[in-house]
């Protein structure tokens, strides 16, 4: 279906179903529908591969499924996850096809953009990886004075930054301890400083992650890293080579960088930046964890993949996920998603899902480019438990806003803790399980009165309940669990994007920030005017230069 000959979501008959329904379903409480159904607890699951998805706690009923499901059938969300799979421009803003799951193909599959089959020179690119991580990991390559590299440094920003730095977090235990790992983003010297100043340039690696190799912040750290290294070795240019590689489309600005495009690992710009962690820009997790792991990361990507583009709409996680936060936000008003990983490994998840749902769906226009007047992309925001129980829980619990939440978890510690450490796991887990029970089921005032609590303390102690989750629990976190759960969420926020009639795979809104940064630069380091600089930001920059003694 194009999108052009789309009824406004919100003229959509279905779209007034849902609305009727939830009129209808009230103030009906968890405990209501849990009472009215001895089953929901096993029924409202599903198992994708490793994951077991449990959505009994979220606010739906047979009925609200079966209408959300008749909503994705108006949208044709299966029409337009076909035209990705098979390579059509959906990313129409930028005429881009939307093929992040072609990296995860396998060898013999056939994937066209242009006419052109995309999968040989995604796997030669695989395969270059993997010998190049081999040398590194083996210490084969060496530095310019002949010493092993036994620190990587990536520099990089946005989706050439979360996706690796996430994953080395989440896939620690695989790594090869005896190599530093370390990711350098932000402008800000210092993230470089803290990452360098205990390095030997000697034994450092630079991988430079961007796609477009134009990122200024990604250019100048990779700079400012490129002074540092030929200052610490006392080089010339020449120990660039051995010490730099790049990872981009734009062979071009890579080689005016300085660096060979021997040693540029190449992707294709039908790879959205937040979706591009299991291409090239995954370099750096790949000489962490070696391309074995790599690989098995890959094919629980394509494990969701093949659930995704297959399952039927009643057992389809990444569909059910998706209709589930559009529910919230369109008739529940909910203005964020909570996700919230029971695991230190995954301390860094929900930053980069951040990236991955905000960027792809905080749109105000439909795909004709018409201001959309339903909520699209939520505010997603999340810390591992236990750590957020004890700081912002209170307001989920207790607190006037409807926040949907998922809940992941592991059955068993990673392989590598310490003995002592293990039995901690089960207390973990412990609050894990209370979390939702107490979100889902709260305390009811006679609960609190039965314990004997003082009246005019009842209300304070009374928890409403009521509050949505889904818990995602797998047997434990190994690089093919990684890759299943990235791949349920990017297909969640597909099946949004689809739903919203987004463009979910462009990302203008950063642009200006870029354009007007570009013009204020000047007026901070020469007093440069400004033309058209606001009153409130003139003040504002004439303040910075007092205080920088300017
Ligand atoms: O923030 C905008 C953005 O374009 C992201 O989409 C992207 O992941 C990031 O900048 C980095 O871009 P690049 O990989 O081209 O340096």
New binding site residues.
Partial sequence: MNASDRTRLNQMPEWAALAKHREQLGETHLRDLFASDPGRGTGYTLQVGDLHLDYSKQLVTDETLSLLRELAAATDVFGLRDAMFRGDKINTTEDRAVLHTALRAPRDAVIEVDGENVVPGVHAVLDKMSAFSEKVRSGEWTGHTGKRIRNIVNI?????DLGPAMAYEVLRSYTQRDLTVRFVSNVDGADLHEAVRDLDPAETLFII???????IE?ITNATSARDWLLTGLRAGQEAVAKHFVALSTNAEKVSEFGIDTANMFEFWDWV???Y?YDSAIGLSLMIAIGPDRFREMLDGFRLVDEHFRTAPAEANAPLLLGLLGVWYGAFFDAQSHAVLPYSHYLSKFTAYLQ?LDM?SNGKSVDREGNPVDWQTGPVVWGTPGTNGQHAYYQLIHQGTKVIPADFIGFAKPVDDLLPGLVAQHDLLMANFFAQTQALAFGKTPDEVRAEGVPEELVAHKTFQGNHPTTTILASELTPSVLGQLIALYEHKVFVQGAIWNIDSFD?WG?ELGKVLAKRVEPALTEGAEVPGLDASSKALVAKYRELRGR
Avoid: N, P
């Fill in positions: 990089g920003i946005g989706g050439s992650a961007s796609k477009t190799f134009t990122t990604t959205g930046g937040r591009s990236q960027e990302q950063v």
